[in-house]
């Protein structure tokens, strides 16, 4: 089982600020299919990135993926009010998914 | 538009068997693996397994024991059965296409007598 650690745990930022969130694996993520998801309170998660990289539709530019192997990263530039939730990273590669245990990004 | 809709029962009692069924309008199950994942309240996301149409499955290890999954592709529907619940299952449960990139809105389940 791979095993997902995100960091940090909880993020206080400011809208206008940078978000970077980190999503770790216990082992190299085959074809790096990795995603990343934000869930606000009451919903169902949204995906916003694939394939480590690729932005899924109607998700704003301000959201980018990156990485490669084990290390992975979702970056939020200019923060908007509707940005802060709770985000996590899920990896597909295996035919067991796992999912970090979240990041919760909150205003500071 | 893909749509999901989760049903079943809201209350199950311990040592019963939770049975939920995934309804997709909008496209086709084919070509798509279809997911249930479930969220115990304030906590996180965990992957419970996933159907392929044609009926191949894999299941989360820490639950494989308890866990069926079937399809129906005529009717547009699969399924999840987990046997022996406990209220350590009393979560929110979703299903999900491939990538997890449609989700329907979930259905809380509880266990409790």
């Known amino acids: 089982e791979i095993v997902l650690t995100q960091s940090p745990g909880t993020l206080s930022l400011s809208p206008g600020q940078r978000a970077t969130l980190s999503c770790r694996a216990s082992?190299?993520?085959?074809?790096?299919?990795l995603a990343w998801y934000q869930q606000k309170l009451g919903q169902p998660p949204r995906l916003l990135i694939y394939?480590?990289?690729d932005r899924a539709s109607g998700i704003p530019d301000r959201f980018s993926g990156s990485g490669s192997g084990t290390d992975f990263t979702l970056t939020i530039t200019r923060l908007e009010p509707e940005d802060f939730a709770v985000y996590y990273c899920?990896?597909?590669?295996?035919?067991?998914?796992?999912f970090g245990q979240g990041t919760k990004l909150e205003i500071k | 538009q893909v749509q999901l809709q989760e049903s079943g029962p809201r209350l199950v009692k311990p040592s019963e068997t939770l049975s939920l069924t995934c309804t997709v309008s909008?496209?086709?199950?084919?070509?798509?693996?279809w997911s249930w994942i479930r969220q115990p309240a304030g906590k996180g996301l965990e992957w419970i397994g996933r159907?392929?149409?044609?009926?191949?499955?894999n299941y989360n290890p820490s639950l494989n024991s308890r866990v069926t999954m079937s399809v129906d592709t005529s009717k547009k529907q699969f399924s999840l059965k987990l046997k022996s619940v406990t209220a350590a299952d009393t979560a929110v449960y979703y299903c999900?296409?491939?990538?997890?990139?449609?989700w329907g809105q979930g259905i809380l389940v509880t266990v409790s007598s």
């Open positions: 999900a296409r491939g990538v997890l990139d449609y």
């Open positions: 909008g496209g086709s199950l084919s070509n798509y693996y």
């Open positions: 159907i392929y149409a044609s009926g191949n499955t």
């Open positions: 082992q190299s993520i085959t074809g790096n299919f």
């Open positions: 394939g480590a990289t």
């Open positions: 899920l990896q597909y590669g295996s035919s067991l998914y796992t």
